[in-house]
């Protein structure tokens, strides 16, 4: 088993840019957020150990929006704390406290495809192979009840996705039978004889939605778009270990899935994918979930279904003055499903829903003609929104769910729910905001979602990509720093692409 090392040293290349000094402005936030804490829950990296772990380790962000570059830093050291190591490998946490809820470890499996497409962006992310094996392999041994299939899962989906920024492709072949097993005791679990999945609403993380209960068997956009995600990124890891039967058969039930996504959870009335009840019929709510399947491209491009986006620039949709909120706010039962402090989902404002909105809507405007009427400036007023709501008595906090109205944390200052690891953020600002898309070869493209004119700098450093370390510059006066005007990436020090607009790059690795 291979040990994760705190403050690990790669021997790089060194470059400095002229004018702004990113590690020293990590530094200083660090200090903060150290200053801030009480650390009443140490794992593998303590504070003490967080500024030189962090300069080691993460993509160093410069920009002009004061919050996001804040929220990037506070949720890479927050992620930090819930790096555990156990006798069964090294872990993510997602409460920092221990919950009644968890099995081994205090370890749950609801955002675990959250916490792989976060972690991935780590120089030394080792450890989330351990990760991933635990749930493959440990999790379920000498429990009482199941653990891994404790909570829906896009596994494969970003399992895959930690392989095209790694480059893994050993670990990533040696996986794909057990992983093809999984599939398929999900299929035995949850699918029905019509072929869509059902979840209850708990199992999806979901406690208590409009749309149904912790005991409803509904069939839910959430499941099937994750096992349609799932389906498809294991017939590409079909294509990769050269099994084309493999690959055939993945091909075919991602192409039945999204069939039934279209055909039986879609509402051409009210333009939105809903969930289909037990019972019968569509549930008249539109609901953050109906958004997903775009996280994982299982909607083709059509005008009649990027209507559907129209609802997150509505205030009477999903648009509230904190952010976006889990079901539409004209819904007649929006925050009537309980107390308002016991973790429900009928309307809400949930991180781990925006974070997953957020990437179904960054898809869209980047790799669909037909936009529902949404432009670069939607997207970033969401995610600059998104960064405003980290906060809690004037400081950095991220917690568990949130007022649509006030912003207040609706299970207060809780300790279980303090860095609650539930989303992601700083995979949000990287892939989506700045635009860094990995692809399965040896390239990768920018393309970048900050509106024109909005930014007249940012700079997204030592990103680690293949084994290859990342720059990338965009510099209006070309004085900040110091490399002339317009949008620079270096690789390794070189500079390989360059534009004078912010426009879509793309780099070949040599």
């Not at 939605?209 to 590409?236: D, F, H, W």
């Not at 039986?264 to 969930?275: E, I, V």
């Not at 620079?488 to 692409?497: E, I, L, S, T």
């Amino acid at each position: 088993m291979k040990k994760l090392v705190v403050g690990i040293l790669f021997l790089l290349p060194c470059f400095t840019w002229a004018q702004v000094d990113l590690k020293a402005k990590l530094q200083t936030y660090v200090e903060q957020f150290n200053a801030d804490d009480d650390e009443a829950v140490v794992n593998l990296i303590p504070n003490k150990e967080s500024a030189i772990w962090l300069k080691d380790n993460i993509p160093l962000l410069d920009c002009p929006d004061s919050a996001i570059e804040e929220i990037y830093y506070f949720r890479w050291w927050s992620f930090r704390k819930h790096i555990k190591k156990t006798e069964e490998g090294t872990i993510v946490t997602e409460f920092i406290t221990a919950v009644k809820h968890a099995g081994k470890y205090n370890s749950i499996s609801c955002a675990l495809g959250h916490h792989l497409y976060e972690g991935r962006w780590l120089r030394n992310n080792e450890f989330l192979k351990e990760y991933v094996d635990f749930w493959l392999y440990h999790a379920d041994k000498g429990q009482t009840k199941p653990r891994f299939h404790q909570f829906s899962s896009w596994l494969p989906d970003a399992l895959l996705a930690y392989y095209m920024v790694t480059g893994d492709k050993p670990y990533l072949l040696s996986r794909v039978d057990d992983l093809d097993k999984d599939y398929k005791v999900w299929e035995k679990e949850r699918q029905l004889k019509n072929g869509l999945f059902w979840q209850h609403d708990v199992k999806d993380g979901m406690e208590e939605s409009v749309s149904g209960g912790r005991r409803e068997e509904n069939m839910r956009p959430t499941i099937n778009s994750y096992m349609y995600g799932n389906a498809k990124a294991l017939a590409t890891m079909a294509q990769l270990a050269n099994r084309p039967e493999m690959k055939r058969t993945y091909d075919l039930k991602a192409e039945h899935l999204q069939a039934l996504l279209l055909d039986s959870l879609w509402d051409t009335d009210a333009q939105f994918f809903k969930t289909r009840l037990h019972k019968g019929g569509l549930h008249p709510a539109r609901e953050a979930i109906g958004f997903i399947p775009w996280y994982f491209h299982a909607v083709p491009d059509h005008a009649n279904y990027a209507k559907a986006w129209s609802q997150v620039t509505d205030s009477a949709g999903f648009k509230a003055p904190w952010g976006l909120t889990t079901a539409e706010r004209r819904e007649p039962s929006f925050r009537t499903r309980g107390t308002g402090h016991s973790c429900e989902w009928d309307g809400a404002i949930w991180p781990f829903a925006s974070s997953q909105t957020l990437r179904g809507m960054a898809n869209l405007l980047v790799d669909y003609k037909k936009k529902g009427g949404l432009v670069p400036a939607d997207f970033y007023e969401e995610v600059a929104q998104y960064a405003k709501s980290h906060v809690m008595y004037g400081k950095p906090y991220i917690g568990e769910y949130q007022d649509e109205r006030t912003g207040d944390w609706l299970k207060g200052d809780d300790p279980r729910s303090k860095f609650y690891n539930h989303s992601t953020f700083a995979d949000v600002i990287i892939q989506d905001l700045i635009g860094f898309k990995p692809m399965l070869g040896n390239q990768f493209s920018i393309k970048p979602l900050v509106p024109t004119g909005k930014w007249s700098y940012f700079a997204l450093q030592q990103l680690s990509y293949k084994g290859k370390q990342i720059d990338i510059f965009w510099d209006e006066t070309g004085d900040r720093y110091q490399q002339g005007k317009g949008l620079r990436v270096y690789v390794d020090g070189k500079c390989v692409a360059q534009s004078k607009k912010m426009k879509s790059l793309t780099v070949n690795l040599k």
